[in-house]
RNA sequence: GGCGCGGUAGCCAAGUGGAAAGGCAUCUGCCUGCAAAGCAGACAACCUCGGUUCGAUUCCGAGCCGCGCCUCCA
């Protein structure tokens, strides 16, 4: 089955088929950098990274660009409260959205790109649409002639052609033409970084921006632009305006957006005291696997409803993967195999995929995965699963873990290297420090230690040592499983 | 007002014109030194009203409810 795709331009799941060759050119629309991004950005950010993930997975090439905004009122307000200069300060929440697609193993885009890297870019088209008659400047700000380009509005499927279209526009802030024109550079204001331009000092508005860089890396048109669905107006609408007035060819095949993270059924917002970065909630203990999990298993287009509760229900469901993958490696099989079996874990694959080939359709490709491990389950129960057959069952999973990404289980490390947890210095007492709710993490090997010393314990038959070390262990958020396969732990 | 998305068991959620996936939670049994994990089983659902149809949760119409965008916003 090929691959379709919803797209907002069209209204319809369409058949997905790079432009050129083998490689699919995408863009997707990035933070804007002024404070930490929230867990409803990276819903967004998360649907483009199992979208690039299952076009690689399908054989294709990628270029994808993925933009930061770094300069706009918020990143030019925020710096000057904090006396930093411009450039300084984003760098700052650059670096944490890097941290933070690393926690959610979000895959490197094959460019990311800020916007004051590219104002020459910028300029260049602007002054290609004062040129072609869709811009004109005023009072030191150029603007965009909406009347000027009759298609406006084919993605958002608003007609525009009545006068404002019940619009709420402060008319009076701006010396534009007509209500409806957007900025595309505006004047510099005292005190505010600026860039030369032929049309004055000023900075690019945030429209323009995602033209000039996407058509730089991606060419005039291209494959797939995506973002979150509060960006089809006005943000993509005027980036189509600008980009095909400039070009007059088609800038982009295939606009897919996600649907909004809401909380508690409620808008995310600071007021509601319902606003959360990652960074919150691995404060509050959740592992950066389960926020994955939970954000890319329900479909894009549709509202994700997000809760404590769902989170935990993501963890429980990971661990019931990793559980299985643990005995598919660890565990002993009689020789030989069972073909029946590895009909089914290809079968799941092949499900898998279907899944995705329908728009993405992740929770119907996680359903796939979950009647494999089931199926795995039972066999290896009845001692119905052989040797030969781990390798299928393994295949799937790995197939699975290219898209979901969550069998690595590199949570604590991930969150060791950034700081979020300390580790036990080493060479203290294990034991001690495991019972003492120090607050520290324990080390791989500080665990193995005292597993090892649980296991001579319960060889002794002295349980209530081998209890003690397990009560002890799991204060310190490990959990022991005492499988066919040996110990297994994991942590909380 | 305009334009969207959605309403499936306690929770998350797939899907379908003809016996309604999967995950989490709960209960029982097996397994385990005890747990955990796993297995077996149990419990439990298609917003309402019309229409089309032999048959609708699925298609059509109306309505109700939730969320979003239309102004910076993933």
């Known amino acids: 089955m090929p691959l379709r795709l919803y797209n907002t331009l069209t209204r319809q799941l369409e058949e997905f088929k790079p432009l050129g060759g083998n490689t699919v050119r995408m863009y997707g629309c990035g933070p804007t950098v002024y404070d930490y991004a929230h867990i409803g950005n990276y819903r967004t950010f998360l649907f483009q990274d199992v979208l690039r993930r299952y076009l690689k997975y399908s054989g294709y090439e990628l270029r994808h660009v993925v933009n930061v905004t770094d300069v706009d009122d918020n990143t030019i307000r925020n710096s000057q409260a904090a006396g930093i200069a411009l450039r300084n300060y984003t760098d700052k929440y650059i670096d944490a ?16 790109v800020r916007a004051t890297d ?56 701006y010396d534009k033409e007509n209500a409806r024109d957007f900025v595309l550079w505006k004047a510099a204001k ?39 669905s509060d960006l089809i107006f006005p943000h993509h609408e005027n980036e189509i305006a600008q980009s095909e007035a400039a070009t007059g060819k088609l800038f982009v095949k295939v606009w897919m957006h996600s649907e909004h993270l809401i909380v508690n059924g409620e808008k995310m917002s600071k ?21 994955r999990y939970l954000l890319t298993s329900v479909p894009h287009r549709k509202p994700l409803n997000f809760t404590f509760d769902g989170l935990h229900q993501a963890q429980q469901s990971i661990d019931r993967l990793r559980n299985f993958k643990f005995r598919l490696m660890k565990e002993k099989f009689p020789e030989g195999e069972t073909p029946a079996l590895q009909n089914i874990a290809r079968e799941a694959a092949q499900k898998f995929a279907e ?8 929770a119907g490709a996680l359903g796939a995965i979950f009647d494999m491990v089931r199926d795995g389950n039972t066999a290896m129960d009845h001692g119905d699963f052989h040797a030969g057959d781990g390798a299928m069952f393994l295949d799937t999973l790995q197939r699975f873990d290219r898209i979901f990404a969550v069998l690595g289980d590199d949570d604590h490390a991930k969150l060791v290297k ?20 120090a607050g520290r993490s324990l080390s791989d090997q500080e665990i193995e230690k005292l597993i090892a010393e649980r296991a001579a314990a319960r060889r002794a038959g002295n349980y209530a040592r081998s209890d003690e070390i397990r009560a002890n262990l799991l204060k310190a958020g490990v959990i022991l499983e005492d499988t066919k396969a040996g110990v297994r732990w994991k942590r909380k």
Not at 98 to 112: G, I, T
Not at 271 to 291: C, E, M, Q, V
């Open 271 to 291: 007021s509601l005291g319902n606003f959360y970065t990652l960074r919150d909630l691995i404060h509050k203990g959740f592992k950066p696997s389960a926020i």
């Open 118 to 173: 590219h104002i020459p870019e910028m300029v260049k088209l602007i002054q290609t649409l004062v040129d072609r008659g869709y811009a004109y400047a005023s009072e030191g700000s150029v603007y965009y002639k909406v009347a000027a380009f009759p298609p406006y509005g084919q993605l958002s499927h608003t007609d525009f052609s009545g006068a404002l279209a019940g619009a709420r526009v402060d008319s009076d802030k």
């Open 190 to 228: 005292d005190g505010e970084p600026f860039w030369e331009a032929p049309f004055g000092r000023g900075r690019p508005g945030w429209h323009i921006e995602c033209s000039a860089m996407s058509m730089k890396y991606l060419g005039e048109t291209f494959d797939i632009h995506s973002g979150g």
């Open 97 to 112: 959205f890097q941290v933070d697609r690393e926690l959610l193993s979000l895959e490197q885009p094959e460019f990311l």
């Open 418 to 437: 950034h700081g979020f947890i300390k580790q036990q210095e080493s060479g203290a007492d294990a034991n001690a420090a495991a019972g003492s709710d």
């Open 355 to 362: 899944a995705l080939d329908d728009n993405l359709n992740t």
